[in-house]
């Protein structure tokens, strides 16, 4: 009899064991399958967290080329009405002057107005001749008609005389000597003596006197710097767009640095 008491109590032991085990192996598998849980949420969450990064990335990236697209559509609306402004100025000029008998060449790309140095200047001289007085007295009053006339005048940035020399002595030298003549034209056509012209007051406003030296020559077949043509006056004319062209490439090159 005490012997089959103690078979019952020991195969109570091995159930007991049995669902302990069983217990502890449902445990476990709980345990994991909380821990994958947490592994998807995590791995769900920096999914999401890096696609939220990567398309506020495509959007500030989608916004700047909408940026750059609306500043290159205004450079180009810009450059036509540059270009269409500027031709209609170059135009007038060579009609204006086709039948002078003036020695000066326009420049059909950027008007600038050419006068050989001669012209002006006796060498290394930087007083107005008289011959460079005459030619002043025929040439400001129609260049200036047309640059300030009503159809242009609120175009114009500046109207530049630019002083030119060729090589002979400094660089320093001859920038001086370009500065003093193209200052001199300035003082000559607003000098008391002058003729009168229609616009003069307003030329003020806008005229500038600028010496190169001999850092821009005119050049000879042989691409060598051909001296007399480079000893020169030359009158220019810059638009505000241009100006404000300008400023909006710079715009554009730090933009793309």
Known sequence: MARGTRGKKGSSNVGEEGESSWISYTDLMSALLIIFALVIMITMYDTQNAYEQQKQAMDEAAEALKEKEEVISQNNQLIEEVVGVKSKIIEELMLAFQDSNLDLQIDKQTGAIRFSGGVFFNKD??????????????????????????????????????????????????????????????????????????????LKAVITANGRSFSVPILDKNKKMDQDKSRRVEFKFRLKDEQLLEKLQGLMVETDG
């Open 125 to 202: 001289s930087s007083t107005v001749s008289a011959k460079g007085t005459e030619y002043l007295e025929m040439f400001i009053p129609k260049y200036i008609e047309i640059l300030l006339s009503d159809q242009f005048r609120d175009e114009i940035a500046q109207i530049i005389v630019e002083g030119h020399t060729d090589s002979d002595g400094g660089y320093i030298y001859n920038l001086k000597l370009s500065q003093d003549r193209a200052l001199s034209v300035v003082e000559e056509v607003f000098a008391p003596t002058f003729s009168k012209f229609a616009y003069q007051e307003e």
